[in-house]
């Protein structure tokens, strides 16, 4: 057979490949998204300043290297138990009962390849086709994907930059239905940084208390990261206890993204749950990043303070350079590292033969014009808003806003 002839039966059979329906309905991580057109840009010569993407600009610690360093040396290199190290269940256990009062045993806890994982194990493991899952907005990207891929049906709940965004007990009891199986949210909120407090949270949790059957699942892996005051955890008021997932992780606090660990506390059958999906899925997470999340685990967090009193910096600067550009409004976040202004009042405005219709169309206006690279709030359930990510540093932060403004005055 000709090579042409190959070439050409292989496109004919590429041209009958049909992808599955769930992967049509599925839509791109904006912030992933964001973050190719960046370095599409930046690889053309371009200066380009990603504030997209919600990862530490900080190095993992080195008594969390060397933890690893020291496990490869050691040989632990090898398969492990699915749900992880007994020995790393065990230290993320007195991690929950010294920094959040709660009590997990190592047989409720389930380490995985990152928070998202776990967040997929949970909903896989819950949720049928048909199944209400309430989820406030403004979200994190990938909750509502996930929840479409176990073919369960997203009910929003909009919170408004008015209400700092986040909801009442009231607001979800509104929106509970004989189909409500899940609840899910993050505190602090990504892309908010909005924080719940103790009596918001037992206001969620008289709600719950009264719907057995309902699942929340609590995103907590911003815990540290909290300029507030103390860390609230839904699971703490023992008359929901049974019914939280707690999901945490280290890539944000401990600056280990790219090792890739997060873990759940749970009651007893949804971490069994989650242990049998991730066993055919991936099984374990990697050996090495195991053994360092012990160290980290084992920590006392105060050795983070300097991190935090640097992103508290950063929300300062950041807040003060939005209030310089007419037409923003921002809340004050209480934690994260994320400021989620409403540029509503932008809309319709054009530069040129350019129209503004949304936040989308603005932020990328805001790359092509002002080479500065954010994340429209369409993904995140708030058009009105688009989220800017300060974790760069102040020169960093302070360069990005001074081409924002510039890029917002030429708008009429």
């Given at each position: 057979?000709?090579?042409?002839?190959?070439n050409?039966?292989?496109?004919?059979?590429q041209?009958?490949?049909?992808?599955?329906?769930?992967l049509?309905?599925?839509e791109?991580?904006?912030?992933?998204?964001?973050?190719?057109?960046?370095?599409?840009?930046?690889?053309?010569g371009?200066d380009?300043?990603?504030?997209?993407?919600?990862?530490p600009?900080?190095?993992?610690?080195?008594?969390i290297?060397?933890?690893a360093?020291?496990a490869?040396?050691?040989?632990?290199?090898?398969?492990?138990?699915v749900?992880g190290y007994?020995?790393?269940?065990e230290?993320?256990?007195?991690k929950?009962?010294?920094?959040?009062?709660?009590t997990?045993?190592?047989?409720?806890?389930?380490?995985s390849?990152?928070?998202?994982?776990?967040?997929?194990?949970?909903?896989?493991?819950?949720?049928?086709?048909?199944?209400?899952?309430?989820?406030p907005?403004?979200?994190?990207?990938?909750?509502?994907?996930?929840?479409k891929?176990?073919?369960?049906v997203?009910v929003?709940i909009?919170a408004?930059?008015?209400?700092?965004?986040?909801i009442?007990g009231?607001d979800l009891?509104?929106?509970?239905?004989?189909?409500?199986k899940?609840f899910?949210?993050?505190?602090p909120c990504n892309?908010?940084?909005s924080?719940y407090?103790?009596?918001?949270?037992q206001d969620?949790?008289?709600?719950l208390?009264?719907?057995?059957?309902?699942?929340?699942?609590s995103?907590e892996i911003?815990?540290?990261?909290?300029?507030?005051?103390?860390?609230?955890?839904?699971?703490?008021?023992?008359?929901?206890?049974n019914?939280?997932?707690?999901?945490n992780g280290?890539?944000k606090?401990?600056?280990?993204?790219?090792?890739?660990?997060?873990y759940?506390?749970?009651p007893?059958e949804?971490?069994?749950?989650?242990?049998?999906?991730q066993g055919?899925?991936t099984s374990?997470?990697?050996?090495?990043t195991?053994?360092?999340t012990?160290?980290?685990?084992?920590?006392?967090?105060?050795?983070?303070k300097?991190?935090?009193?640097?992103f508290k910096?950063?929300?300062e600067?950041?807040?003060?350079g939005?209030?310089?550009?007419?037409?923003?409004?921002?809340?004050?976040?209480?934690g994260?590292f994320?400021?989620?202004?409403?540029?509503?009042?932008?809309?319709?405005?054009?530069y040129?033969?350019?129209?503004?219709?949304?936040?989308?169309e603005?932020?990328?206006y805001?790359?092509e014009e002002?080479?500065?690279?954010?994340?429209g709030?369409?993904?995140?359930?708030?058009?009105?808003?688009?989220?800017i990510?300060?974790?760069a540093?102040e020169e960093?932060l302070?360069?990005?806003?001074s081409?924002?403004?510039e890029?917002?005055?030429?708008?009429?």
């Amino acid at each position: 057979m000709l090579l042409s002839e190959n070439n050409y039966l292989c496109n004919q059979i590429q041209l009958m490949i049909q992808l599955s329906d769930r992967l049509l309905a599925m839509e791109e991580s904006a912030t992933i998204a964001m973050s190719r057109k960046s370095r599409e840009l930046k690889a053309q010569g371009l200066d380009v300043i990603s504030l997209s993407l919600g990862e530490p600009d900080f190095h993992t610690p080195q008594f969390i290297k060397d933890a690893a360093v020291e496990a490869m040396e050691q040989n632990y290199t090898m398969y492990t138990p699915v749900p992880g190290y007994d020995d790393l269940r065990e230290s993320i256990s007195e991690k929950f009962r010294r920094d959040n009062n709660l009590t997990y045993d190592k047989s409720q806890i389930v380490v995985s390849t990152g928070a998202k994982q776990s967040i997929a194990n949970v909903v896989l493991s819950l949720i049928n086709p048909g199944d209400e899952v309430i989820i406030p907005a403004p979200y994190w990207v990938s909750y509502l994907e996930i929840v479409k891929v176990a073919e369960g049906v997203p009910v929003v709940i909009n919170a408004g930059i008015e209400k700092d965004f986040k909801i009442s007990g009231a607001d979800l009891e509104a929106a509970i239905t004989p189909k409500t199986k899940l609840f899910m949210f993050s505190t602090p909120c990504n892309p908010t940084g909005s924080v719940y407090t103790k009596e918001e949270l037992q206001d969620i949790a008289n709600v719950l208390k009264k719907y057995p059957h309902i699942v929340a699942m609590s995103d907590e892996i911003y815990e540290h990261i909290n300029f507030i005051g103390k860390h609230e955890s839904l699971a703490q008021f023992p008359e929901v206890y049974n019914q939280v997932v707690t999901v945490n992780g280290v890539s944000k606090a401990w600056a280990m993204t790219g090792w890739r660990l997060g873990y759940i506390g749970a009651p007893k059958e949804i971490a069994a749950a989650c242990d049998k999906v991730q066993g055919q899925f991936t099984s374990a997470t990697c050996s090495i990043t195991q053994r360092a999340t012990i160290a980290a685990m084992k920590a006392d967090p105060s050795v983070l303070k300097d991190m935090i009193a640097a992103f508290k910096s950063r929300r300062e600067l950041v807040l003060k350079g939005l209030a310089e550009i007419p037409g923003l409004i921002a809340n004050q976040p209480g934690g994260a590292f994320y400021v989620f202004p409403d540029c509503s009042s932008f809309f319709g405005k054009k530069y040129g033969d350019k129209v503004i219709h949304n936040s989308d169309e603005l932020c990328l206006y805001l790359l092509e014009e002002g080479l500065v690279a954010l994340v429209g709030g369409e993904s995140f359930g708030a058009p009105n808003c688009f989220r800017i990510s300060y974790a760069a540093s102040e020169e960093t932060l302070t360069k990005a806003l001074s081409r924002m403004k510039e890029a917002f005055a030429k708008l009429s």
